[in-house]
């Protein structure tokens, strides 16, 4: 079977308007949106363009859509892959994909890589690294740094990583010239939640009125991935009860359902 390699998107539509909140992560990336346009205004006075950075922070936060509003920004390719992918893998399938990763990109070049759930791949290695450990994950890893290790300044590649597990990531992954910057991607506060019901609000037929601050209010811990699923829903239950807007009633059964998910998933975690 043909298991596809990883994801590439050449012309990127996100921009940092689809990002609300967040604004020192936005303030920390646009300089690799800088970097990209720029290359030659950055490496003139001898400086090096860093290679990697790691953005960190709990699921659902934004870092996917970070990343590819940097992509968008600085109008490169979006190379794609998820750590999660490469569990159990044959034997040499995840070094050689990685190899194909970065080979494309540096062909495309300046390019955006990102590798979601690093840390499904970047777990600090056993022990028994060092005596031929067979572990597939591991040659995987090993690739990824003589990947990074491997380009030049001039490549102009940047390689964006997400976990929100850095404390259990493989040191070498943080060493200089690798994914040498940590860019924190947190949970929204009220402020932020509003800004996020704001850009997914955008698409929906909704009632006068509504009190977006009123929605903020009653979902402190939710993430945007959170807010955006109570917009969806909330205009699918006013839909199924025939009505031409959504009202702040649909919205509130919309929290109660997703706090319902939430309670659920941590059940089955705990
Ligand atoms: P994971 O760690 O689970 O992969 P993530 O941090 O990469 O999560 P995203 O995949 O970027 O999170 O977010 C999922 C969706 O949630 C986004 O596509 C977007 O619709 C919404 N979202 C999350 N954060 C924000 C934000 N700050 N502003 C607007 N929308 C957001």
């Known amino acids: 079977s043909k298991a596809k390699l990883f994801d590439q998107n050449t012309e990127v539509k996100t921009s940092f308007k689809d990002v609300a909140g967040l604004e020192g992560a936005k303030e920390e990336v646009q300089e690799i949106v800088d970097f990209l346009k720029n290359p030659e205004k950055y490496t003139s006075l ?4 860093p290679k990697g950075a790691l953005l ?35 034997v040499g399938v995840g ?10 990109a540096k062909e495309k070049s300046p390019a955006i890589i990102f590798i979601d759930e690093i840390d499904a791949i970047g777990r600090a290695r056993g022990k028994n690294a060092m005596s031929g450990s067979n572990d597939e994950r591991e040659n ?4 990824l740094l003589t990947e990074m290790d491997g380009f ?33 991607v947190d949970l929204p506060d009220v402020r932020e939640r509003k800004e996020i019901f704001e850009v997914h609000l955008r698409p929906l037929k909704k009632a006068e009125g509504l009190d977006l601050e009123f ?7 939710f993430s ?16 199924r009860q025939g009505k031409k807007a959504v009202d702040k009633q649909d919205f509130l059964d919309a929290v109660d359902r997703i706090i319902g998910g939430l309670e659920k998933k941590n059940k089955i975690i705990t």
């Open 46 to 49: 001898g400086g090096k363009i």
């Open 56 to 90: 960190v922070g709990p699921p659902g936060t934004g870092k996917t859509l970070l990343a590819k509003a940097v992509a968008g920004e600085a109008k490169v390719p979006f190379f794609s892959l998820s750590g999660s992918d490469f569990v159990e893998m044959f």
């Open 95 to 104: 070094a050689s994909r990685v190899r194909d990763l970065f080979k494309q």
């Open 140 to 143: 995987t890893l090993n690739q």
């Open 152 to 184: 030049g300044t001039n490549t102009n590649v940047i390689v964006l990583a997400a976990t929100n597990r850095a404390d259990i990531l493989d040191k070498a992954l943080m060493r200089a010239g690798r994914f040498d910057r940590q860019i924190f």
């Open 215 to 221: 929605l903020s209010k009653q979902t402190p811990g």
């Open 224 to 239: 945007g991935a959170d807010i955006a699923n109570v917009c969806n829903e909330a205009a699918l239950i006013a839909a």
